[in-house]
């Protein structure tokens, strides 16, 4: 067993004696995977983990996502087609020249989101890995929305419950006006529809499946529909949902994207390198496609 502590009162845990560069037997992974049912984030901290490490550790719950979520994907700094790159460098390593797109488009992370919520099939877990950091700012923030659901106020369940959302990359970004696409990118990121509220696989709670991804809830007029998810959105962040994550190098989160929500906070990412890189896994199936709430 390894030792788990809390990282709030709410969810996450802190993980020891986990060493990410060997093989998990598979008790270990069950073990892991139950933690994260009940923990929703789990830090592992000091794992000095290679790209191909990182991916095996993934490996353990479930398929790797394949493609890649970003703009310009042709000029890609790391070759391992598991590992996003959630860094500020170009294909050289060096910081990306401050009107880069991808330094624009990277800027979507910071808003609260679900990863791949954008995805037919969305994704399962994350697990990032901190390579190096800035000295300040940069920190992770998780929201809990099994926690958020639960708080909420029983009319609020009702009229939401049932609600079925539209997810894309383009929305996001939008909120930051970034409108500079391509072709080919319009096309991969065409919207698809979620689930608002999901039952969540292994634990059976209830959660709202928020994300900056979603631009539309069906059958709603879409000022009135945003105006909801913002007020939800709101709602499911305040402080007693969220971990505040001040990364170290060697820490790996590990996230359920069915059940929170994360955003990178600022830093001075023109002076500054983070290398950070992230593994994620696909969920089982469009949410649509699994039990309703
Ligand atoms: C991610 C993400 C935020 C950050 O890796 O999916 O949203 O702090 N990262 O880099
Ligand atoms: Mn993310």
Redesign the pocket.
């Known amino acids: 067993m390894f030792a788990y502590t809390p990282l709030t009162p709410v969810f996450g845990a802190r993980v020891e004696g986990a060493d990410l560069r060997r093989p998990l037997t598979p008790e270990q992974a069950r073990e892991v995977e139950d933690a994260m049912d009940r923990y929703a984030v789990l830090l592992f901290p000091a794992q000095d983990i290679t790209d191909e490490q990182q991916a095996a550790f993934g490996e353990n719950f479930g398929p790797i996502e394949g493609t890649r979520a970003t703009v310009d994907v042709h000029k890609q700094r790391l070759a391992n087609s598991s590992i996003?790159d959630?860094s500020n460098l170009d294909e050289k390593g060096e910081i990306l020249a401050a009107d880069d797109r991808r330094r624009f488009f990277s800027l979507g992370?910071?808003l609260w989101?679900s990863?791949s919520s954008f995805k037919a099939t969305p994704a399962k877990y994350?697990m990032?890995h901190a390579r190096s950091i800035p000295p300040e700012g940069?920190?992770?923030e998780f929201a809990d929305m099994r926690a958020a659901w639960d708080a909420l106020p029983e009319k609020t369940r009702a009229e939401v419950r049932n609600y079925v959302c539209d997810h894309s990359l383009i929305y996001s970004r939008a909120q930051l006006g970034f409108d500079d696409y391509k072709e080919e990118e319009k096309k991969m990121w065409a919207p698809v529809p979620q689930r608002l509220v999901r039952r969540h696989l292994g634990s059976g709670r209830t959660s709202i499946y928020l994300s900056a991804h979603i631009g539309r809830i069906h059958g709603l007029p879409k000022p009135e529909a945003m105006m909801l998810i913002r007020d939800l959105m709101e709602f499911a962040t305040q402080p007693r949902f969220v971990y505040s994550h001040g990364w170290k190098v060697g820490d790996l989160v590990m996230w359920d994207n069915r059940s929170t929500m994360?955003?990178?906070?600022a830093y001075d990412d023109k002076t500054y390198k983070?290398d950070?890189r992230?593994v994620?896994l696909s969920d089982v199936a469009p949410t649509l496609e699994q039990a309703a709430a």
């Open positions: 996003n959630i992370n910071r989101h990863d994350s990032l940069g920190e992770t994360h955003r990178g906070r983070r950070m992230r994620t």
